[in-house]
């Protein structure tokens, strides 16, 4: 484990034969409570939206839940020494707020909390350094029948479950993140309806996501008076948005969606304001009445590092009529103010998930987050691929996986190279789980789950990752 006294040095690099990275480079993997641990009913945790939407018929493909997922409240041990094999230096996790503050209000749930000990013990007598995750998408019901995050209490709550937590395991835990990628959150959950709670109205989206980066301000502010040697940040999912051709209406195409996918959540956390523009685009959606005075000085509580998922680009264009409208995250109702914009489809190799695969998105999106808001450390908090996986005589030989983390590695070098202050990255994901609307269909794991009977099989790729940390680097090519 890094010597908690002493941060990962940033932004050096040992030039050579090999890639090497900055020494202290935090490498690890991640997941999330609702996708791995399974349990839902025990330990006195209560339903979250997540339950609720995969419990109600039509939502989620196959009708999969998270009932059991992983089973990982039950197999902590197995997974943390799985962990200390591949030698990760460090596990990203979220809490289940349903566990921990059943209900979202009221005591803490010690069965919940003793839940997150266990592991956070786990972890540390094996040298692996937590990570936390206040807040994975998985909002107690209760809280949802009081108006979601569309309502503004939610994030006065989301701040008390958040000392809570802090209390409980801030002693032993590190590092800190409140939300993981609030534009899912916001516009899956409340523009398009593909995740929980499944609700589609473009005004609540937009309040939805105002208020998830309030509550973000009010937890780091809790997280601060309970915990002053924290390390706190937040989590974003940010895309290069590209132009399909430099026509002013594309331009103005890329233009209008990096303002929701990216400035909508930047700018606020790490600049105090909304973008002028994007709050134009929005006139006919949303006045923003919901913006309260000392709202964005709140959002804008400053941080300790920045945490970056990537996975692809948007390429755009303008509107064309009779266009067909694209699915999921391409859905026009997850772009109000913007629903005729056109994502434009370039023919390079993809994923299962069909996201197009482009490792210098990641150059570019760091170098931005860099040069255009902060200087603070950044991490990739999530980078992966799913792809369909076979079991051949015991092992899963997942090489396009493989050259998925291998190519963006390469990118994470470079943008080191290139002055971005990378701290660390954390391969998404560490384990097949529950890809939310996808249910099991999509395997994003370097260990390989076979649901059926919860055995484990590290995946080629986790080997090779296993070697990567051992040797803090790639071998040029
Ligand atoms: O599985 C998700 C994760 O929960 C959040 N980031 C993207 C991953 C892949 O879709």
Same mark, same amino acid.
């Given at each position: 484990?890094?010597?908690?006294? %002493?941060?990962?040095?940033?932004?050096?690099?040992?030039?050579?034969?090999?890639?090497? =990275?900055?020494?202290?480079?935090?490498?690890?993997?991640?997941?999330?409570?609702?996708?791995?641990?399974?349990?839902?009913?025990?330990?006195?945790?209560?339903?979250?939206?997540? !339950?609720?939407?995969?419990?109600?018929?039509?939502?989620?493909? #196959? /009708?999969?839940?998270?009932?059991?997922?992983?089973? &990982?409240? #039950?197999?902590?041990?197995?997974?943390?020494?799985?962990?200390?094999?591949?030698?990760?230096?460090?596990?990203?996790? %979220?809490?289940?707020?349903? +566990?921990?503050?059943?209900?979202?209000?009221?005591?803490?749930?010690?069965?919940?909390?003793?839940?997150?000990?266990?592991?956070?013990?786990?972890?540390l007598s094996h040298g692996i350094?937590?990570?936390?995750?206040?807040? *994975?998408?998985?909002?107690?019901?209760?809280?949802?029948?009081?108006?979601?995050?569309?309502?503004?209490?939610?994030?006065?709550?989301?701040?008390?479950?958040?000392?809570?937590?802090?209390?409980?395991?801030?002693?032993?835990?590190?590092?800190?993140?409140?939300?993981?990628?609030?534009?899912? $959150?916001?516009?899956?959950?409340?523009? %398009?309806?593909? *995740?929980?709670?499944?609700?589609?109205?473009?005004?609540?989206?937009?309040?939805?996501?105002?208020?998830?980066?309030?509550? &973000?301000?009010?937890?780091?502010?809790?997280?601060?008076?309970?915990?002053?040697?924290?390390?706190?940040?937040?989590?974003?999912?940010?895309?290069?948005?590209?132009?399909?051709?430099?026509?002013?209406?594309?331009?103005?195409?890329?233009?209008?969606?990096?303002?929701?996918?990216?400035?909508?959540?930047?700018?606020?956390?790490?600049?105090?304001?909304?973008?002028?523009?994007?709050?134009?685009?929005?006139?006919?959606?949303?006045?923003?009445?919901?913006?309260?005075?000392?709202?964005?000085?709140?959002?804008? $509580?400053?941080?300790?590092?920045?945490?970056?998922?990537?996975?692809?680009? &948007?390429?755009?264009?303008?509107?064309?009529?009779?266009?067909?409208?694209?699915?999921?995250?391409?859905?026009?109702?997850?772009?109000?103010? %913007?629903?005729?914009?056109?994502?434009?489809?370039?023919?390079?190799?993809?994923?299962?998930?069909?996201?197009?695969?482009?490792?210098?998105?990641?150059?570019?999106?760091?170098?931005?987050? #860099?040069?255009?808001?902060?200087?603070?450390?950044?991490?990739?908090?999530?980078?992966?691929s799913a792809f369909v996986d076979?079991?051949?005589?015991?092992?899963?030989?997942?090489? !396009? +996986?493989?050259?998925? =983390? !291998?190519?963006?590695?390469?990118?994470? *070098?470079?943008?080191?190279?290139?002055?971005?202050?990378?701290?660390?990255?954390?391969?998404?994901?560490?384990?097949?789980?529950?890809?939310?609307?996808?249910?099991?269909?999509?395997?994003?794991?370097?260990?390989?789950?076979?649901?059926?009977?919860?055995?484990r099989i590290p995946k080629s790729?986790?080997?090779?990752?296993?070697?990567?940390?051992?040797?803090? /680097?790639?071998?040029? *090519?």
């Amino acid at each position: 484990m890094s010597n908690p006294a %002493s941060p990962p040095a940033v932004g050096v690099l040992d030039q050579g034969p090999e890639l090497i =990275f900055p020494p202290g480079f935090l490498w690890g993997a991640a997941t999330a409570a609702y996708q791995i641990e399974g349990a839902a009913a025990e330990g006195g945790r209560t339903p979250s939206i997540w !339950d609720t939407f995969s419990h109600t018929e039509g939502r989620v493909l #196959h /009708g999969h839940t998270g009932d059991v997922a992983c089973d &990982h409240y #039950h197999r902590l041990g197995e997974d943390v020494a799985l962990m200390a094999e591949l030698g990760l230096k460090s596990y990203r996790f %979220s809490v289940s707020w349903s +566990r921990v503050q059943p209900g979202g209000t009221g005591p803490a749930n010690v069965a919940g909390l003793d839940f997150y000990r266990r592991l956070v013990d786990e972890l540390l007598s094996h040298g692996i350094e937590p990570w936390l995750t206040l807040y *994975h998408w998985d909002l107690p019901q209760p809280l949802e029948d009081a108006g979601g995050w569309p309502a503004r209490d939610t994030a006065a709550r989301f701040a008390d479950y958040t000392a809570l937590v802090a209390d409980a395991l801030g002693d032993r835990v590190r590092y800190w993140t409140t939300l993981n990628e609030p534009w899912c $959150s916001a516009f899956l959950g409340y523009g %398009s309806g593909v *995740h929980a709670p499944g609700r589609t109205d473009g005004a609540d989206a937009v309040r939805a996501g105002h208020h998830l980066m309030l509550g &973000h301000g009010l937890a780091v502010q809790a997280l601060r008076a309970a915990r002053p040697q924290a390390q706190v940040g937040v989590t974003v999912n940010l895309y290069p948005v590209t132009p399909a051709s430099d026509a002013p209406a594309d331009v103005d195409a890329a233009r209008r969606i990096d303002g929701l996918a990216n400035r909508f959540f930047l700018d606020p956390l790490l600049r105090g304001a909304y973008p002028a523009d994007l709050m134009a685009d929005l006139r006919d959606v949303t006045d923003f009445g919901h913006v309260r005075d000392g709202d964005l000085a709140t959002i804008a $509580s400053p941080l300790d590092l920045v945490g970056v998922n990537y996975y692809s680009r &948007h390429v755009v264009a303008a509107p064309v009529a009779g266009a067909e409208p694209e699915p999921y995250w391409r859905a026009p109702s997850c772009w109000p103010g %913007s629903e005729d914009v056109r994502f434009v489809t370039r023919g390079v190799p993809v994923t299962d998930m069909n996201w197009e695969i482009d490792a210098p998105g990641l150059v570019e999106t760091l170098r931005r987050v #860099h040069e255009e808001y902060t200087d603070l450390p950044l991490y990739v908090t999530e980078n992966g691929s799913a792809f369909v996986d076979e079991v051949v005589d015991g092992r899963v030989d997942d090489v !396009d +996986r493989l050259a998925y =983390f !291998d190519a963006h590695l390469r990118a994470a *070098h470079e943008a080191i190279g290139a002055g971005v202050p990378l701290a660390g990255y954390f391969a998404w994901s560490l384990m097949d789980n529950f890809e939310w609307a996808w249910g099991y269909t999509k395997r994003f794991g370097m260990i390989y789950v076979d649901y059926d009977s919860q055995t484990r099989i590290p995946k080629s790729s986790a080997r090779w990752y296993a070697e990567v940390i051992r040797r803090n /680097g790639l071998a040029a *090519h």
